[in-house]
C-alpha cells in the first residue's frame, strides 16, 4: 500500500543537494530573533542524543542556512492531560502510536550566523527562517566554513564541538592576541592545560611574541597533571630556541631539572613606588601610606628602599619631616614594618650588575618567547605581584617608545607582545585597576602592542570596565553566579549561553567567546599529550624552524617509532 501511494503521489526530496550523512532533527515551528527559535523534533529523533552547546543548520525557503547553538531541550505534548494520566507505554504498539505524535521532543535554538548561497563567510543574523523550516544536524563542512581550517595562516585548532568527534574548531589567533583575552574557570577545570594549548598556538603560528609569569613552574619546563603523569613545558615542546626560561629560584630549578637560561635578581635600588602601589591591598597599606612612599622615595632618592629596611640607619633626612608633621612616625613605621616582607625575598639583593628587564627585552625583541618561574616564591602572592609588576611596567614603557618611534619614522614596531599572569584578579581589582600597569594595558586594546592573557578563577573580582575590555572569554565551569555574571558582562544575548554554560562537564570542556571566533562555540578541547606534541613537531617542520635532515629531528622520530620520518 505504501510503495503504491508513493508511486502515485511521490514524497517531496528532502534536503536536496545536501549530503546523504546528515541527519534531519525537526522542523520550526515557532520563535523570534531575539527569543530563539522553537523545533518540533521528527518523532525518529532521539531526543536524548541531543545536548546542549550541540549545532543544528535549519534550511532556509531562499537557500540561506541558519547555523544555530542548542540552548535548551524539553519535553511537550499535544494534550496537558498526558501529564496526568500518561498511558501504558508498556505495550510496544502503544508506545509507539504515542510517541512523536501525542509526545513529542523539542529544542530551543540560537540562530547565530546566516550562511548565504554566494557568500563565503558567514554574517550576522538578522532574520528568522519561516515555519516548518527543516533543521539538520551541522556538517563538518558547516563547521568549517563558520570557524576557519587549520591550513589557514594564523588558525589553531583547539578543539571539537559536543557530540561532534573528529570536527576541528580553530580559533584566529591573529584576532586574538588583538586584544586582551581571559582565560577563566574553577579550580580543577584545566585552565592550566587550555592556556598552555594557547600558549602553544600562539607560538606556533609566530602572532605575537610571549612574556609568561610563571607562578608554579607549570609552563616553562615539564610538569605533572592530577593523574601525576609527566607533561611537556612549552620550553620542552619547542626546543628549537623559541622558548626561553629564566627564573626567580635558582635552587628550585636545579632540583626540579629545570633547564634556564637565566636568573633573575631585581636590586632595592630598582624598585620604585609604583611597584609597591600595586601589593597595597595584600600588605594593606592606606592611602596615607601609600602617598607616604612617593616622599620617602623623593627624600631617601633610589636606595630608599633599602634604607628604610635597614634597623640601623637613622634616616636623618627625615627628622624635618617628623618634626614639622609633613610625616607622621607611626605611619613610617607601619610602613617599615610591612615592607620588612621583603627580607624574605631572595631574589632582592642591595646590587644587581645586570637589568633584569634589559635580559628579557633582549629576548623579546629577537622573538623568543620567555617565561619567568617563580620557584618557591610562586607560594608567596606578594612575591609574584611586586615582580610581574616591576617588570611589565618597564617593558610596557620600552614598548611606548618603540611604538612612537616607530609613529615618528625613526624606527620598527615592536612585535606584538602577549603578557601571561595568574591570580588575574588581584592585579585587576576595581580598587586597584585604574592605577596598575595591567589595567592600562587592558583598556589600551593593543594601543602599543601589549595585550595581556589573564587566568583566573575569580571573574568577579576583576574591575567590570577591565573585564568589558576584554576581547576573548575562554571559560571553563563556573559554578558562582557572580563570576558567571561577570564573564558574560558586555555581551549580547547572554541569556541562552549561561545555560550552556552552566551544563559544562568539569573537565576539558569550554565556552569560547568574543573577538578569536565569529560566534560563541561550546568545546571539547583538545588533549595536550604526545598526539598534540608529534603535531606541533609537524607544524614546526612545516614551517621550516627545524629542517627534517636536522639529527634533532631524525632524533625524535625514531623515538616516535616513526623511522626516518617526522
Known amino acids: 500500500m505504501a510503495e503504491e501511494l508513493d508511486r502515485w503521489f511521490p514524497r517531496p526530496p528532502r534536503g536536496a543537494g545536501l549530503q546523504p550523512a546528515l541527519r534531519r532533527l525537526g522542523i520550526v515551528v515557532g520563535g523570534s530573533l531575539s527569543k530563539g527559535l522553537e523545533v518540533k523534533l521528527d518523532p525518529q529523533t532521539v531526543i536524548e542524543g541531543l545536548a546542549v552547546g550541540r549545532y543544528v543548520v535549519i534550511h532556509g525557503r531562499t537557500g540561506r542556512r541558519f547555523f544555530s547553538i542548542i540552548n535548551d531541550v524539553a519535553l511537550d505534548s499535544t494534550n496537558p492531560l498526558i501529564e496526568k494520566t500518561p498511558p501504558d507505554v508498556s505495550d510496544p504498539f502503544v508506545a509507539q502510536v504515542v510517541r512523536g505524535t ?205 634604607r628604610l629596611l635597614d634597623e640601623e640607619d637613622p634616616l636623618e633626612e627625615l627628622q624635618d619631616a617628623l618634626e614639622k608633621g609633613t610625616l607622621h612616625g607611626g605611619t613610617l613605621g607601619a610602613i617599615q614594618r610591612k615592607l620588612g616582607l621583603f627580607r624574605r625575598f631572595g631574589f632582592l639583593r642591595e646590587e644587581v650588575r645586570e637589568d633584569p628587564v634589559r635580559q628579557i627585552l633582549e629576548y623579546l625583541d629577537r622573538g623568543v618567547n620567555v617565561v619567568l618561574e617563580f620557584g618557591r616564591y610562586g607560594n608567596s602572592l606578594e612575591a609574584y605581584i611586586l615582580v610581574a609588576n616591576y617588570i611589565t611596567r618597564r617593558i610596557h614603557d620600552h614598548y611606548v617608545r618603540r611604538k612612537e618611534a616607530a609613529q615618528g619614522g625613526r624606527g620598527e614596531e615592536p612585535r606584538p607582545l602577549v603578557i601571561t599572569v595568574e591570580e588575574a584578579h588581584k592585579f585587576l581589582d576595581p580598587a586597584v585597576a585604574r592605577h596598575t600597569i595591567f589595567g592600562t594595558i587592558a583598556r589600551e586594546l593593543r594601543k602599543y602592542n601589549v595585550t595581556l592573557l589573564i587566568v583566573d578563577q575569580r571573574p568577579s573580582g576583576i574591575d567590570p570596565e577591565v573585564m568589558s575590555q576584554i576581547g576573548t572569554r575562554v571559560t571553563c565551569l563556573l559554578d558562582d553566579e557572580a563570576d558567571i555574571r561577570a564573564v558574560f558582562s558586555g555581551v549580547a544575548g547572554a541569556a541562552p549561553l549561561r545555560e550552556v554554560l552552566a551544563r559544562l562537564d568539569t573537565r576539558q570542556q569550554a565556552l569560547i567567546m568574543g573577538h578569536a571566533v565569529p560566534m560563541p562555540v561550546v568545546v571539547r578541547t583538545r588533549s595536550y599529550d604526545v598526539a598534540f606534541y608529534e603535531s606541533v613537531a609537524r607544524r614546526t617542520v612545516q614551517a621550516g624552524i627545524l629542517h627534517p635532515e636536522d639529527p634533532l629531528a631524525r632524533g625524535r622520530a625514531l623515538l616516535r617509532g616513526e623511522g626516518e620520518e617526522l
Open 102 to 306: 501525542t509526545t513529542f521532543g523539542r529544542i530551543h535554538v540560537a540562530p547565530m550566523l546566516v550562511l548565504e548561497p554566494e557568500a563565503e563567510e558567514p554574517k550576522p543574523v538578522k532574520t528568522v527562517p519561516e515555519h516548518f523550516s527543516e533543521v539538520y544536524e551541522a556538517s563538518p563542512e558547516d563547521v568549517a566554513r563558520v570557524f576557519g581550517q587549520e591550513q589557514q595562516p594564523g588558525y589553531f585548532v583547539i578543539g571539537e564541538p559536543l557530540d561532534m568527534a573528529g570536527v576541528p574548531v580553530t580559533v584566529n589567533l591573529e584576532r586574538f592576541v588583538e586584544r586582551s583575552a581571559g582565560v577563566f574557570g574553577k579550580t580543577g577545570t584545566g585552565k592550566t592545560f587550555l592556556t598552555r594549548l594557547l600558549l602553544a598556538g600562539i607560538i606556533q603560528a609566530r602572532v605575537a611574541v610571549t612574556l609568561i609569569f610563571d607562578m608554579h613552574n607549570e609552563y616553562g619546563w615539564k610538569s605533572q597533571d592530577e593523574a601525576r603523569r609527566e607533561v611537556k613545558g612549552l620550553r620542552q615542546l619547542f626546543d628549537t630556541g623559541e622558548v626561553a626560561v629564566f627564573t626567580m629560584d635558582e635552587e628550585s630549578s636545579r632540583r626540579r631539572g629545570s633547564k634556564t637560561d637565566g636568573a633573575v635578581y631585581i636590586g632595592y635600588d630598582q624598585i620604585a613606588p609604583e611597584d609597591v602601589d600595586g601589593l597595597s591591598a595584600l600588605l594593606a597599606l592606606t592611602d596615607v601610606q601609600v602617598g607616604a612612599l612617593y616622599f620617602l622615595h623623593r627624600r631617601l632618592g633610589a636606595r630608599w628602599l633599602v
